[in-house]
């Protein structure tokens, strides 16, 4: 079964840094990874989708980055802003055919705080 | 404007009570999904649905039910069998052309 973990739990820093985020997931069967961005009892937001073919996606200040065959991809945030301030969570969709082939298996998410 | 919605955004249900959580979109998608949120815990997938008058089990279906009579909407209900109903429900629906899935705002359910 697929797990999905995404390290740190939280992460506090100030504005303007960059940052990165982590998340690695169990089986390497998949085919594509999504970052969401989640803000507090709302829903989610997404950010980005790599397939698995693909080594990684940008849009403005974000860039993802995907390693099947070790299992990992990472959220690179530049320029970090207050407004950043959110829960991350990633999520993967198995390799897998048939009814279940579109669900995702998501990580339980980085709380990242922007000080200004 | 094109989006998914969910009401009520706020329920409050006392024990022995069954509660229909309301999805509806407007995206002209197939696919839609039920998942509950825990704090501190990742998405849990409960019902989804890949076509109108289909369904299928996710990984913590026991103790509730769907339906799926039209394309735009898939209710959930909260049964009073699901022993531990406290919880944030988020609804989404997927466009297979993109992989992409949309999530409505959420419902945050409270047991009295």
């Known amino acids: 079964k697929q797990e999905v973990t995404q390290i740190p739990a939280a992460l506090s820093v100030p504005e303007g840094e960059n940052l990165v985020l982590n998340c690695s997931f169990t089986?390497?069967?998949?085919?594509?990874l999504q970052w969401f961005r989640q803000d507090p009892g709302k829903g989610l937001t997404s950010l980005l989708l790599i397939q698995s073919s693909q080594r990684e996606q940008t849009s403005g200040r974000l860039n993802a980055s995907l390693d099947k065959s070790s299992g990992r991809s990472t959220l690179y945030i530049a320029a970090s802003q207050p407004g950043d301030s959110a829960t991350y969570l990633c999520?993967?969709?198995?390799?897998?055919?048939?009814?279940?082939?579109?669900?995702?298996?998501f990580g339980k998410g980085t709380k990242l705080s922007v000080i200004p | 404007d094109g989006g998914i919605t969910q009401s009520p955004k706020y329920l409050f249900r006392k024990e022995g009570q069954n509660v229909t959580l309301s999805c509806e979109q407007n995206l002209n998608h197939d696919a839609m999904y039920w998942y509950r949120q825990d704090p501190g815990q990742g998405l849990r997938l409960i019902y989804y649905s890949q076509i109108v008058n289909d369904f299928q089990k996710g990984d913590i279906a026991e103790g509730y039910s769907v339906s799926r009579e039209k394309k735009e909407s898939f209710p959930l209900t909260v049964t009073s069998a699901q022993k531990n109903p406290t919880a944030f429900y988020l609804c989404a629906s997927m466009d297979r052309g993109t992989d992409t899935q949309y999530f409505g705002p959420g419902t945050r359910l409270t047991v009295l």
């Open positions: 999520a993967v969709r198995g390799a897998y055919s048939g009814a279940g082939s579109y669900q995702l298996t």
């Open positions: 089986d390497s069967a998949i085919y594509n």
